[in-house]
């Protein structure tokens, strides 16, 4: 592969993180955490998903294909990846190696969710509601399972929004990436919470 074409394939896989992928993380953790509020207003907010018009095709090309592509280019940058980020000090280093494994983690992880949840109720085995995740995760392993799953990808995203404002050339300055390594932690705490109070909702 080209410098020139691996310069543009790693701009789009850095973008497709954030958008769609990132903020349907966003989205996926917030309509989770309706389950705090009891099963109704889970079930109520997971039907209002299902029934969005198009469903199938958002799910495809905003959510799947990219996610897939973001996965799978991801795999092979982990896997060949030479460059070291040495120049941001010893804490962008371990973020760095950080982001490889959680990257590699999430591949399993999100296949592994899909094919309990989604494809379960696509072959109409199960329905999507606040029974399901109840029953998923009333396995301590399974939960545990899932936490590990939905805190690396909140880490995933933070740490990536930040390499993102940086390899787009948004903050260049020393300044301006100590201000993003603080509001990248906020994001990476909040969803963080937002994500695993919901899980707990389901034990």
Known sequence: MSNEREFYWRRLHSLLGIIPVGLFLAQHLVVNHFATRGEEAFNSASHFMESLPFRLMLEIFVIYLPLMFHAFYGIYIAFTAKNNPKNFGTLRNYLFILQRFTGIFLVVFIAWHVFETRFQAAIGAKEVNFNMMEEILSNPWMLGFYIVGVVSA??????????????WGITQSARSQQIATYVTLIIFLALSVVGVQALLAFV
Do not use: E, K, P, R
């Open 154 to 167: 909140t880490f995933h995203l933070a740490n990536g929004i930040w390499s993102f404002l940086v390899s």
